[in-house]
């Protein structure tokens, strides 16, 4: 999780929204990320679409089984759809997204009937520090 807080950091000297993700599997980085969508002018640039393209390309597959997605912020519904497909197995997010998260907070598509694969979330790893990230970035952007 620290190395996802430091890819949010960069993501915020791009002027982007500070979230960072790595996707681990043996303890081997297959994949990391930050949010580019301005940047990148693409509304699919979030950090955790951008650590699975990562670590698909780098794997030579759309499916990751086994790995760990380690996110400073729960993901929406776009990225969490996306974690289902590549069959992650396991999500650690460090912060909670109350508006748009989609991992329990608005909703909790892991756990919708007839979903096909389930991903195991934990949350509130360094979630303090994620949080203060965001409220900072978000002050400053006020």
Do not use: W
Not at 33 to 39: E, L, W, Y
Not at 53 to 71: K, S
Not at 114 to 142: D, K, M, P, W, Y
């Amino acid at each position: 999780m620290q190395r996802a807080l430091a890819l949010a950091k960069q993501a915020e000297q791009h002027g982007e929204v500070p979230v960072g993700a790595v996707i681990v599997r043996d303890d081997l980085l297959l994949g990391e990320g930050f949010n580019q969508p301005i940047r990148l002018a693409d509304p699919t640039a979030h950090a955790e679409i951008i650590a699975l393209r990562h670590a698909c390309t780098e794997q030579e597959n759309y499916r990751l089984p086994g790995a760990t997605m380690y996110v400073t912020l729960e993901p929406c519904l776009m990225c969490s759809g996306a974690l289902i497909h590549a069959r992650l197995a396991r999500l650690v997010i460090a912060a909670r997204e109350p508006k748009t998260g989609a991992a329990g907070s608005l909703i909790d598509c892991f756990a919708l009937s007839g979903i096909n694969h389930r991903v195991q979330c934990e949350f509130g790893i360094l979630a303090e520090q994620s949080s203060e990230l965001l409220r900072t970035f978000f002050r400053q952007r006020r």
